[in-house]
């Protein structure tokens, strides 16, 4: 049995075979819903693709950023404020996340998580890295080892 889960946080549906302690494959975010449907998987497969493809519409294909921030794991020697010591613990945690990750979890304003960031840079305690972009070459030596 496989039950329908709306995500309270983005409103997206999904097929689970829980509904406590759901991640959203949308947001990642993990809740406890109340399951809209139970009952076979084909028939659910074909309700929730129903239902995305009406709130899909309304979203923007998202960008991902190329720049990804760590913690370079050294002990702070200056105070931190508030928001500088929960951006460094979550880089600890979760390793590479890019500023409008951050900003979603931290829920402040990327432009704040990015003077954040940088000062965080001056001191030493994270670095920035840029993801390289994909070429042609590289899609052929993927060709090559296959």
């Known amino acids: 049995m496989v039950y329908i889960v709306v ?6 549906v999904r097929v689970s075979f829980k509904f406590i302690g759901v991640e959203c494959r949308f947001c990642g975010r993990v809740y406890d819903a109340e399951p809209v449907f139970s009952g076979g998987l084909e028939e659910a497969r074909s309700i929730v693709s129903k239902l995305n493809t009406k709130s899909t519409q309304s979203f923007r294909k998202a960008r991902l950023s190329r ?12 105070e931190l404020s508030a928001d500088m010591a ?5 880089l600890e945690e979760k390793g590479g996340m890019t500023v409008g990750e951050l900003s979603y979890i931290l829920v ?13 840079r001056k001191v030493g305690l994270a670095e920035c890295f840029i993801k390289p972009k994909k070429t042609l070459e590289s899609f052929s030596e993927d060709q090559d080892t296959l």
Request: aromatic fraction near 12%; hydrophobic fraction near 40%; charged fraction near 30%.
């Open 86 to 90: 929960k951006i460094l613990y979550i």
């Open 67 to 78: 720049y990804r921030w760590i913690a370079t794991g050294k002990k702070p020697r200056v």
């Open 7 to 12: 995500c309270p946080f983005c409103s997206m």
């Open 108 to 120: 402040l304003k990327p432009r704040k998580v990015k003077e954040i960031l940088q000062a965080l």
